[in-house]
């Protein structure tokens, strides 16, 4: 069973930078895909961005496209989210998840593990 425990999370104003880190254990991290959900206070779970098991593929949502940028270092088991420009409209509990393959990203309840969530918090 493999944990995912992300973090990172915090209070930044509007424009403003922060970098959320997903750290993988209990099996073999290159082999799955990874990425980032979000869900914001009342609204429903929505993709962010996934990226494939080498790196070299990444997709992102139309909302978070060349502001947020997802990347991997599989030597140190780990997912990353760097989010510039951040807008209110960011503030969500940002979710982890892992899966065989990248399109796997658009039906999250094909995914196999989720971290708890760190919340990240945009004001204006």
């Known amino acids: 069973q493999v944990q995912l425990v992300e973090s990172g999370g915090g209070l930044v104003q509007a424009g403003g930078s922060l970098r959320l880190s997903c750290a993988a254990a209990g099996r073999s991290f290159s082999s799955y895909a990874m990425g980032w959900f979000r869900q914001a206070p009342g609204k429903e779970r929505e993709f962010v961005a996934a990226?494939?098991?080498?790196?070299?593929?990444?997709n992102y949502a139309d909302s978070v496209q060349g502001r947020f940028t997802i990347s991997r270092d599989n030597d140190r088991n780990t997912v990353y989210l760097q989010m510039n420009s951040l807008k209110p409209e960011d503030t969500a509990v940002y979710y982890c998840a892992s899966g065989l393959r990248i399109l796997l990203f658009t039906r999250p309840a094909a995914l196999d593990a989720w971290g708890q969530g760190t919340l990240v918090t945009v004001s204006s």
């Open positions: 990226i494939s098991r080498s790196g070299d593929n990444t």
